[in-house]
């Protein structure tokens, strides 16, 4: 079994690399680890803009909602973890 702040680094890794103006993570409003990370499982990030706040011309809140699945064969998927936060964008 994989330490679950392990998972949570890889989604927010992902969410980076999917946002590229993506600052820093400025707070959580939840995180649910659904099931189990094991050794050897392949992780996917679903990422959603659930609400976006302007801050100023060149920053904004993102809300966001990472989705992780996780695969371990083939055609075995799972989500894994369903993870609500706030990051800091920049222009």
């Known amino acids: 079994m994989v330490y679950g702040g392990h ?3 890889i989604a927010a890794s992902q969410a980076c690399r ?3 103006q993506l600052v820093t993570i400025l707070g959580w409003h939840s995180c649910q680890h659904v099931a189990p990370v094991t050794e050897g499982d392949t992780l996917y990030t679903d ?3 659930e609400r976006l706040e302007t801050l100023s011309d ?3 809140l993102a809300h966001l909602r990472a989705r992780v699945r996780s695969r371990r064969a083939p055609d075995a998927a799972q989500e894994v ?3 609500r936060f706030v990051a800091l964008l920049v222009a």
């Open 81 to 83: 973890l369903d993870w």
């Open 58 to 60: 060149h920053c904004s």
């Open 18 to 20: 999917a946002l590229p």
């Open 47 to 49: 990422l959603e803009v």
């Open 7 to 9: 998972t949570i680094g």
